[in-house]
């Protein structure tokens, strides 16, 4: 894996682990992540059409 598919490959597990920890709430799982609600939905969206 070069650099970015690892940091792809990382922001997915904080994501995933963000949402799970928050039971599914988004404005909770940004704010842990440390981003909006809009950022982590966008990420979201662009990680599961990839």
Known sequence: MNLPERVEWLEKKLIAAAV????????RAARALGISRQLLQY????????
């Open 20 to 27: 799970t920890e928050a039971q599914g709430n988004m404005t």
């Open 43 to 50: 990420k979201m969206r662009r990680y599961s059409e990839s």
